[in-house]
């Protein structure tokens, strides 16, 4: 479920200034498609996304500019639809007296930025896009270790809080526990985050809620990461299988991102950091290129192509030997002798 997000929210994480509308800044945005509306302003209707932010930049106000009053002021008039969020001026530009005017009588903040209209137009895109965005639940632990954002899954009770735990006072970094929201921030990338109401915070049985940030400080916490592996944790089993050699590429799909996955058994004994520790370099090293799998196998083929080529050798001495047999005993020369 994606959050509610109002032209406040916008103003405050964007750079922007509010030109007139203050006591409007509660109005809902419902889309993150901002608007350019240069058609509209030659009178062009058909397909005016009012639900949109409306951006004008150097062009479309260097255009109004050029409209007779009443013209520009009808034209205003019909872009404030009771659903359009807000509109924003980019490059210092002063906003029409039109635009003011026809934004006072449907309540329309009218924004401002210093910033050129590429800029504006991707911080708000940006915002909008990660805020919007259709998020999931998932139950388990998110940490950033070495910078990679790992997601501990597993069974309730398999211990994922305390390796989370002391995975923290390893030095590495906790994003959520218990909960963690997901959403896709493009084509390859998931985003993880907490919920408000859990962030840096962590449960522990038999202690309670502890306070991640109090306890070990600022550095110990982030707001949010890429989620770039998921190790779940298993109970171990003799009957369960479990990849002993890294040749399992498993995934899986949040939306439509595959993000990669391994299993770890858990048993008594297990230091579980120390080994997800190793799972996340091992996957940083594969990323840069090396894999140790590959290298297992190379030295494997190695191994037996020198064995093949000493077997080879053997059987050649051992046929030359036996050649050397059967031609000493039917020589002639030593029956003449005898």
Known sequence: MAELVTVKDLVDNTRLSVAYGEKYLDRLITTSDISRPGLELTGYFNYYP???IQLLGITETS???GMASDDLYDVMKKMCQPETPAFVISTQLDPPEELLEAAEGEHIPVLCSKLT???VLSNMTNYLEAKLAERMSIHGELVDIYGLGVLITGDSGVGKSETALE???????LIADDRVEVYQQDEQTLIGQAPRILRHLLEIRGIGIIDAMNLFGAGAVRSDTRVDLIVHLSNWSRDTPF???GNDNETQRFFDVDVPKIKIPVKIGRNLAVLIEAAAM?????SM?????????DNLKSLIKENSIRDSKEQSRKKEIESANQRAIHN???DKDK
Do not use: E, Q
Not at 167 to 173: A, D, F, P, S, W
Not at 282 to 286: E, P, S, T, V
């Open 117 to 119: 209209t590429s800029r």
């Open 243 to 245: 990849d002993r050699l």
């Open 63 to 65: 255009f109004a500019k």
């Open 167 to 173: 995975l923290i006072k390893r030095g590495h970094r």
């Open 50 to 52: 009012a639900k949109r």
């Open 282 to 286: 091992n996957f940083r090293a594969r």
């Open 289 to 297: 290129g090396y894999d140790a799998t590959k290298v297992f196998d």
């Open 332 to 334: 002639p020369a030593d």
